[in-house]
RNA sequence: GGUGUCGUAGCUCAGUUGGUAGAGCAACGGACUGAAAAUCCGUGUGUCACUGGUUCAAUUCCAGUCGACACCA
């Protein structure tokens, strides 16, 4: 990290523990602007259940990567690296900390220490590498990979379709193994980076969690999911909230029924996300309701 | 009121020809390099309704009690 007065300021933690508030009044307090890392507040399309900030929220402070892509269009942490870096070079040129908020941790790790330069996927390949899945099984994806890349199939959850059908895709677009091109370095990035954890205690984020499942719906969520149900086949609606309420418009399931199965869904998502975050040391962590001592540190830290 | 069926994990339910029990979901823990709100892995947390009886041994068999449901009055 290099010492540059320019700051990065992250700021993760589970789904509604209360990140875009703190953010916004950081980001006031600052006058400084916010990009997500939320990889579901991206697409346009997509309002009300994925709590993106308001309208009078998203006025009070600049936000970048909220709705700025359609569900049509297709993204990659790749992409938001790139894009992020970029729109970073220009913030730095008129602020000293810009801040980043959300809780996609693979996102966020991106921006922070990069990942690997591999090609994007092609399309016809994963479509092809899916079938092989579909027709003949995880195994099948296992034995081709064994044969291609032994060292990364001795590592990689080799239950998980995803992951060996990316290792293949790499594999086989470049012709090399995907474990020789693994860097397992940080790119250097030319401002610092502090990263803010955001937590309570687990029953009172439930509480959260299901309170704002209950107010999505009050703001009309059923509504919003079902302008969308014609593409329900796209990537960026396999996702918490919309899922559940799809069954409902199939008639599978009532909707109280949906609302709880949403509930326990953004629940399990919380929980994935802090065993993402807790994996590393490097957040330091407060009480989203105790932004006086976020700005506190802030002010000592960011010389 | 009578008859029948049922009562097992947080939930839905299996099961034990008598040797104190196991699935799914939830929960808890974990992984994670272009799908990441995705995807995947691990862990059983239990007075087997209650009280007696029979038995070396009862969650299992018997009786009673309580509760649920169904049918008959």
């Not at 320019?6 to 916010?34: C, H, N, R």
Request: with cysteine; net charge neutral.
């Amino acid at each position: 990290m290099v010492s540059s007065g320019k700051y990065l300021v992250v700021i993760a933690g589970p789904t509604a523990v209360g990140k875009t508030g703190v953010a916004i009044e950081l980001a006031k307090a600052w006058k400084s602007e916010i990009i997500s890392a939320d990889s579901r507040q991206f697409y346009h399309e997509m309002s009300i259940g994925t709590a993106k900030p308001d309208l009078q929220q998203l006025n009070e402070v600049k936000h970048h990567f909220v709705g700025h892509i359609s569900i049509h269009d297709y993204f990659n942490v790749s992409k938001f690296e790139n894009e992020v870096l970029v729109l970073l070079t220009g913030l730095f040129a008129r602020h000293n900390i810009v801040f980043m908020v959300g809780g996609s941790g693979l996102y966020i790790d991106a921006v922070c220490r990069g990942i690997d330069d591999f090609p994007d996927p092609e399309p016809e390949l994963r479509a092809y590498l899916k079938g092989v899945f579909v027709d003949e099984g995880v195994a099948k994806l296992q034995e081709m990979l064994s044969n291609l890349d032994p060292e990364y199939y001795s590592t990689v959850d080799i239950q998980n379709p995803n992951r060996l059908l990316r290792a293949l895709e790499v594999c086989l677009t470049t012709g090399k193994k995907f474990s020789e091109q693994r860097s397992n370095t940080s790119k250097d990035r030319n401002f610092s980076i502090v990263k803010i954890g955001l937590n309570i205690p687990r029953p009172e984020l439930v509480t959260r969690i299901e309170a704002r499942v209950d107010q999505m719906v009050e703001n009309g969520l059923v509504d919003e999911v079902r302008s969308l149900l014609a593409y329900r086949h796209l990537n960026a609606l396999n996702t918490v909230g919309y899922k559940e309420i799809f069954d409902f418009l199939d008639s599978k399931i009532t909707l109280p029924q949906a609302i709880e199965n949403i509930k326990t869904s953004t629940r399990r998502y919380a929980k994935r996300q802090m065993t993402w975050f807790k994996r590393t040391d490097d957040y330091t962590w407060f009480d989203p309701g105790h932004v006086n001592e976020i700005t506190s540190y802030l002010t000592r830290i960011c010389k």
